[in-house]
């Protein structure tokens, strides 16, 4: 097989990108997606992703390795594995993050990738998504924003403007009630295009280069080792767990990890798969009485039928719902320049996602670190790719964020304290009144904590010792590679990062064709 461009990965990032480099019909455009089509009627549903998270059918199911500062615990890390990647499972919240997350990346010296750079960027890929209010209401959610007013956290219209301080509801990738996935974005409009091709089921196990020069992705199908060859660039869009990996498996990482697993060194680039982070999110739990909560409308026969039939009759109601109705941003305290926490509200509580709900009415506040300085890694473990890689997050083991923690947690409860939620007696049962000084509440950090899904940083952009794309997104010492997908980060966004990736996605397509433009040139 041979094209100009090979994709591997037709997640949020890969899906856009097919869309931009086949809009040129004289080109050729393969997409290799290692999981199915996205044709389960619980990907379209918006709560479903109660049941494609940690399904194998759509997710990876990766566990990482256990953390000290999470109690030795190791977690659940979902990603999508299927067309449109995590954003068929994800929670849809669109949040473009703070002016000053992009202001930093071009500080480190990744030009035109600034705050003013990247928001024409922002809006080209948004006129192909729908992007909604929610379709529900509950009074609880309501008095959690009048409480967060009380601590001094602004109702603000919305998030996306530059300046997330305050509190809003959040903004979702959804039409009318449905998800609205890359794959509906961005694929499903242009797949009638003769010069795109898609493969699902298509599992990418390396780079092949001559030299240093990529040439394409070898691949198993249905069983059967195949090679496609990519005459203009081989474009990694595997995601911040994936990509790395991939570059590992070929070749391109830490000398002295290649030669553990007996890989032949093509360049030795020691911080793919380093600088791994993610948003851990504080998940504290209340008892709330007079009011009702998602709890035991899921636990009743008769609110289980209620909410399908006004979803079936209205597409609005509870089945619509992501994960987090809610959002709030504040400083943890006054030194900080910018808001460095966010909250999660839900209308819910449940020990972990994939359990049942709780049978009493409760309400879920969880607070996360928007800038962690606690650094993990991915990396392989054997030369084959269909064994998983290390993931190691080391979630809370700096000192700085084991005080955001704390601080999360100390002004989580100023605000459910707060009068406007008093007659609905909020009753703390995660962690417990009982944990009090900062020493225990770390411990209930450690207890509580869990990912909100947003790795980032492992093959990240710049030209330090440790960047393994430089800022046109080209993979430092080899060439026709590039790896565009939330991995480049530098550091991590101030909110969800769903949106950064589209981001990503699109500016890197036009990256890829203004080279082309000027190669063609001369």
């Known amino acids: 097989m041979q094209f100009d461009y090979v994709i591997a990965g037709a997640g949020s990032a890969g899906c856009l990108l097919a869309n931009r480099l086949s809009a040129d019909p004289s080109v050729t455009v393969l997409l290799l997606e290692a999981g199915g089509k996205d044709d389960w009627f619980w990907i379209d549903i918006p709560v479903g992703y109660l049941y494609t998270i940690a399904n194998p059918r759509t997710d ?107 509190c ?65 660039e081989s474009i990694l869009a595997l995601g911040s767990v994936g990509s790395p990996q991939v570059l590992q498996l070929s070749g391109v990482g830490d000398e002295k990890l290649l030669n553990k697993f007996q890989v032949k060194t093509v360049q030795n680039l020691p911080g793919v798969g380093e600088n791994l982070h993610d948003h851990l999110q504080i998940r504290m739990q209340y008892k709330v009485k007079n009011v009702r909560t998602l709890n035991e409308m899921a636990n009743s026969l008769w609110g289980k039928a209620s909410m399908g039939l006004e979803y079936l009759l209205r597409r609005t109601g509870p089945l619509t719902m992501p994960p987090s109705q809610l959002g709030a941003f504040a400083k943890s305290d006054p030194s900080q320049p910018t808001p460095n926490i966010e909250w999660h509200v839900q209308p819910l509580s449940l020990d972990k996602f994939g359990d049942p709900l709780h049978p009493f009415p409760a309400i879920t506040p969880s607070v996360c670190n928007l800038r962690p300085t606690s650094r993990g890694w991915v990396r392989i473990r054997s030369p084959d790719p269909a064994n998983h890689p290390e993931i190691k997050l080391n979630y809370l083991s700096t000192p700085e964020d084991r005080k955001v923690a704390v601080d999360g947690m100390r002004f989580t409860r100023r605000i459910m304290a707060a009068r406007a939620l008093q007659k609905y007696e909020p009753e703390e049962f995660r962690p417990g009144p009982k944990m009090e000084t900062d020493q225990e509440l770390e411990q209930a950090a450690g207890e509580l904590g869990t990912t909100i899904f947003h790795p980032v940083g492992t093959c990240k952009m710049g030209s330090d010792p440790l960047a393994v794309v430089d800022d046109c997104l080209r993979v430092h010492g080899v060439e026709r590679l590039r790896v565009v997908d939330a991995s480049i980060m530098p550091r991590i966004t101030s909110g969800n990062t769903n949106a950064p990736a589209y981001l990503i996605a699109e500016k890197g397509a036009r990256l890829i064709l203004a080279d082309h433009t000027l190669e063609s040139r001369h």
């Open 60 to 166: 990876w199911c990766y566990k990482t390795e256990p953390d000290a500062h999470l109690a030795g615990r190791s977690i659940h890390y979902a990603r999508g594995r299927v067309l449109g990647g995590c954003s068929s499972i994800n929670a849809m919240i669109y949040m473009r993050g703070q002016k000053e997350d992009y202001d930093h990346w071009a500080a480190l010296g990744n030009e035109d990738w600034s705050w003013d750079d990247v928001l024409p960027v922002f809006k080209k890929a948004e006129q192909d998504l729908y992007i909604e209010d929610p379709r529900v209401r509950w009074e609880i959610i309501d008095a959690w924003r009048d409480a967060a007013l009380e601590c001094g956290i602004a109702p603000i219209k919305s998030f996306n403007g530059g300046d997330n301080s305050g």
């Open 168 to 232: 809003a509801p959040f903004q979702m990738t959804q039409r009318r009630g449905r998800r609205w996935s890359a794959t509906d974005a961005f694929l499903k409009p242009v797949l009638h295009r003769p010069n795109l091709t898609v493969l699902t089921h298509s599992l990418v196990r390396r780079i092949r280069f001559e030299n240093k020069r990529a040439q394409g992705f070898e691949f198993v199908r249905d069983g059967e080792a195949l090679f496609a060859q990519a005459k203009r």
